[in-house]
């Protein structure tokens, strides 16, 4: 449904984007991960027909960034990094101001202002100013704003960022609803866990550069990060503690937990055979720990570094 072909995209002698490519598959939840700075916006600003890129093309549904931008406008929503919202109307005002941008018909547009209030679960609050709202409640109103004409497709850049978790899992039900009914969502954040919670697909990127992308299950294997195993024995015996690591040169001695850890590649299998191992050399477990991967072992053994705020 969107193709983004070897894209690049300077500011002045910044590289927000270089020779970026990616598919997204009509239904599917497109999370594209990364820190500040990385080049999520400029994707969204090119996505939405704002931002020309200096190379590359991208084509929306049949249409091309290039040429068709009212055509990809109709068909796409986009609830923007920063709120719009005009804080002294209601929340019912700013979708008639919103959805007025659109030559919806009147009655259509109440109609889906009505829909889209019921989405959000703001209904009871529509004929309430947005300055009586909290941050997490302008988000929502700012996700209903984008979707007052029906669109395929829903970009969210940030939508959870400074959100109370209330209201980041109010954001997520949201979304979670909308995809549900059939829309393709792409959906930015630098959150580890928010991209592992729903994303289909997963766009690592940072400093203007994929690093990696696909399913978690591919991200896994394309960073050959193994679950890891931690044998917490019951007293350091240095002579059964080296038996054990010179008879396996996989297995590491830490001491300062007095423990024993593995690197897996099947956890499952190979948990019985290892216990087996440390036994037989003569030590008494205390403690199993067992770690399996997720996306921020993902991450931090592809980019040598830890995704902070
Ligand atoms: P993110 O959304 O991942 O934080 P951005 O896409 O906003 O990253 O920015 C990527 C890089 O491009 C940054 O270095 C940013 O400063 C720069 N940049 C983005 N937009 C502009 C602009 N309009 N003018 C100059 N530099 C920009
Ligand atoms: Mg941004």
């Given at each position: 449904?969107?193709?983004?072909?070897?894209?690049?995209?300077?500011?002045?002698?910044?590289?927000?984007?270089?020779?970026?490519?990616?598919?997204?598959?009509?239904?599917?939840i497109?999370?594209?991960?990364?820190?500040?700075?990385?080049?999520?916006?400029?994707?969204?600003?090119?996505?939405?027909?704002?931002?020309?890129?200096?190379?590359?093309?991208?084509?929306?549904?049949?249409?091309?960034?290039?040429?068709?931008?009212?055509?990809?406008?109709?068909?796409?929503?986009?609830v923007?990094?920063?709120?719009?919202?005009?804080?002294?109307?209601?929340?019912?005002?700013?979708?008639?101001?919103?959805?007025?941008?659109?030559?919806?018909?009147?009655?259509?547009?109440?109609?889906?202002?009505?829909?889209?209030?019921?989405?959000?679960?703001?209904?009871?609050r529509?004929?309430?100013?947005i300055?009586?709202?909290?941050?997490?409640?302008?988000?929502?109103?700012?996700?209903?704003?984008?979707?007052?004409?029906?669109?395929?497709?829903?970009?969210?850049?940030?939508?959870?960022?400074?959100?109370?978790?209330?209201?980041?899992?109010?954001?997520?039900?949201?979304?979670?609803?909308?995809?549900?009914?059939?829309?393709?969502?792409?959906?930015?954040?630098?959150?580890?866990?928010?991209?592992?919670?729903?994303?289909?697909?997963?766009?690592?990127?940072?400093?203007?550069?994929?690093?990696?992308?696909?399913?978690?299950?591919e991200?896994?294997?394309?960073?050959?990060?193994?679950?890891?195993?931690?044998?917490?024995?019951?007293a350091?015996?240095?002579?059964i503690?080296?038996?054990?690591?010179?008879?396996?040169?996989?297995?590491?001695?830490?001491?300062?937990?007095?423990?024993?850890?593995?690197?897996?590649?099947?956890?499952?299998?190979?948990?019985?055979?290892?216990?087996?191992?440390?036994?037989?050399?003569?030590?008494?477990?205390?403690?199993?720990?067992?770690?399996?991967?997720n996306?921020?072992?993902?991450?931090?053994?592809l980019?040598?570094?830890?995704?902070?705020?």
């Amino acid at each position: 449904m969107i193709e983004v072909r070897a894209v690049s995209k300077s500011f002045g002698n910044i590289k927000a984007l270089e020779n970026v490519s990616f598919d997204i598959e009509k239904g599917e939840i497109f999370g594209i991960l990364g820190p500040n700075g990385a080049g999520k916006s400029t994707i969204v600003n090119i996505l939405n027909t704002l931002v020309k890129p200096d190379m590359g093309d991208v084509i929306i549904d049949g249409f091309n960034i290039r040429n068709d931008d009212d055509s990809i406008k109709l068909i796409m929503g986009v609830v923007p990094q920063e709120i719009a919202l005009y804080e002294e109307l209601s929340a019912y005002e700013n979708l008639m101001f919103w959805g007025g941008l659109y030559n919806i018909p009147k009655p259509e547009l109440k109609k889906n202002i009505n829909k889209t209030l019921e989405i959000v679960d703001l209904a009871g609050r529509k004929d309430d100013r947005i300055k009586t709202f909290s941050g997490g409640m302008k988000r929502r109103i700012n996700i209903a704003c984008s979707m007052l004409h029906n669109p395929k497709i829903l970009v969210l850049d940030e939508p959870t960022a400074g959100v109370d978790p209330q209201n980041r899992n109010h954001i997520f039900e949201v979304i979670e609803r909308l995809n549900y009914e059939g829309i393709t969502i792409i959906y930015t954040t630098h959150y580890m866990e928010e991209a592992e919670r729903f994303c289909d697909k997963i766009s690592i990127i940072d400093v203007g550069h994929i690093i990696a992308q696909g399913t978690l299950k591919e991200l896994r294997q394309i960073s050959n990060v193994k679950d890891l195993l931690t044998i917490k024995l019951a007293a350091a015996e240095s002579e059964i503690i080296s038996r054990i690591t010179s008879e396996n040169p996989l297995f590491r001695y830490e001491s300062a937990s007095n423990s024993i850890k593995v690197e897996c590649i099947n956890i499952g299998k190979e948990t019985s055979v290892i216990i087996n191992q440390i036994q037989n050399a003569g030590a008494v477990i205390e403690r199993i720990y067992t770690q399996g991967t997720n996306l921020e072992s993902i991450y931090l053994k592809l980019t040598g570094k830890e995704l902070r705020d």
